[in-house]
């Protein structure tokens, strides 16, 4: 049984399109956004299972040190949790992730989410 549960991430409607200039300005930018109306916002509750070297304590140490990092930067709330779902997505789609690979993705998430920022 495989459990999941919906993004706390804000869908963002294909009108909305027409009123932010930067998707008519950059193509890649449309392209992701084209992609992301395809894609259902869920994930797996057991996102784990699927590596193994990665356990809950390492999970959680890591967003306590995205939370300080995120402080020492004064980022947003919202950008320490789409980091968050950054992760979350990026091991739902993948299988296997090294164990000394955690940290650098944990950053690379939260790099990307302030980007958006």
Excluded at 22 to 37: A, E, G, R, V
């Amino acid at each position: 049984m495989v459990l999941t549960k919906d993004s706390s991430l804000a869908i963002v409607n294909k009108s909305d399109s027409d009123d932010i200039p930067c998707y008519q300005s950059h193509p890649l930018w449309s392209n992701m956004m084209i992609k992301t109306f395809d894609k259902t916002y869920k994930y797996h509750l057991n996102v784990l299972d699927s590596h193994p070297p990665i356990t809950t304590k390492m999970r959680s140490v890591l967003f306590d040190w995205l939370i300080e990092v995120s402080e020492v930067y004064q980022l947003h709330r919202e950008t320490y949790h789409l980091s968050i779902a950054y992760v979350d997505q990026y091991l739902c789609n993948t299988s296997s992730l090294l164990k000394n690979k955690f940290q650098l993705l944990g950053i690379t998430s939260l790099f990307v989410a302030a980007k958006i920022e």
